[in-house]
């Protein structure tokens, strides 16, 4: 199995601040990670470093076997689906859900344009309709629920059928169906032996599909725990990631966890 993702002492410093704190993290084939930690923890900055959308102040970063800061960045983009809501916010008022996931395999294809036009817009129906979104096609992205955000965003991300899956809290501002829905779709997508290496930023236990598995733990930019996810999820790894005593539960391979008081 090769490397996905390679860091080697990442670190990030933005006026003064460390973001990242020499993180070391592997990634293989056919991984699937939670990425878990409180808010301002640097899960988003290592998902920007991840989609090569920013490099390490210290460190190396390598991603699909190249190292960020010797490799033309917009030839590994198209290589790594990224869904995240600084990107959703990034999309026009007007656009059509059909052209929210067509637009991410512009820059990927220069020769025979009409030709991949026609076979792009099959690929990007056809995630629509894997998405539960077909019937969407031709609204105005802008017009969506956040349900139905989140998923055109994640059948975007597949467009450009990418080595590496980054997806930024796919399950926040969602309802309970909402997100129940989801997390059953991603799940399917973690068991599926086609799909890319996955790695899924949250800050909530109970928005883990089931079939990821391996997990790291972010706190204040450093790793308090990375692997197997069953050897990361312990009660002890998450009060430190989260500074409050929890109780930890995982049923039907779910996990939630509440905190202890006394
Ligand atoms: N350009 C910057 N200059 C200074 N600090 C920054 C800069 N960009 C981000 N930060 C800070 O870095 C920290 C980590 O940010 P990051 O967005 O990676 O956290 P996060 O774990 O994704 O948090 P959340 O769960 O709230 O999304 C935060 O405290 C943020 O305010
Ligand atoms: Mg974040």
């Not at 395999?105 to 995630?127: P, V």
């Not at 599926?192 to 733990?217: K, N, Q, R, Y």
Request: no cysteine; net charge negative; proline share 4%.
């Amino acid at each position: 199995m090769s490397d996905v993702l390679e860091f080697a002492g990442v670190s990030v410093v933005r006026g003064g601040k460390t973001l990242l704190d020499g993180v070391n993290w592997q990634v293989k084939e056919g991984e699937r990670w939670v990425i878990m930690g409180p808010n301002g923890a640097g899960k988003t900055t290592l998902l920007q470093i991840a989609s090569g959308r920013m490099h390490p102040t210290r460190g190396v970063a390598g991603i699909l076997e190249e190292v960020l800061g010797a490799v033309d960045v917009f030839e590994l983009r198209p290589r790594i689906g990224l869904a995240s809501a600084a990107l959703a916010g990034q999309i026009p008022e007007d656009e059509t859900v059909l052209n929210v996931v067509l637009t991410a395999s512009y820059g990927m294809t220069g020769r025979w344009r009409e030709k991949y036009e026609k076979l792009d817009e099959r690929r990007a129906f056809h995630l629509l309709h894997e998405w539960g979104m077909s019937t969407f096609m031709n609204r105005r992205f802008s017009s969506l629920s956040e349900g139905e955000r989140k998923r055109v965003q994640i059948a975007r991300a597949l467009m450009t059928d990418p080595e590496l899956l980054l997806l930024d809290e796919p399950a926040a501002g969602l309802d309970l169906a909402g997100r129940e829905d989801l997390l059953f779709r991603l799940g399917e997508l973690a068991r599926d032996e086609e799909a890319p290496a996955m790695v899924l930023v949250t800050h909530h236990l109970e928005e883990v599909p089931t079939g990821f598995s391996h997990a790291l733990l972010l706190r204040d930019g450093g790793v308090v725990a990375s692997g197997p996810i069953e050897e990361v999820f312990t009660e002890e790894h998450l009060s430190t990631a989260f500074d409050l005593p929890l109780d930890l539960r995982r049923e039907g391979g779910r996990y939630s966890a509440t905190a202890l008081r006394g």
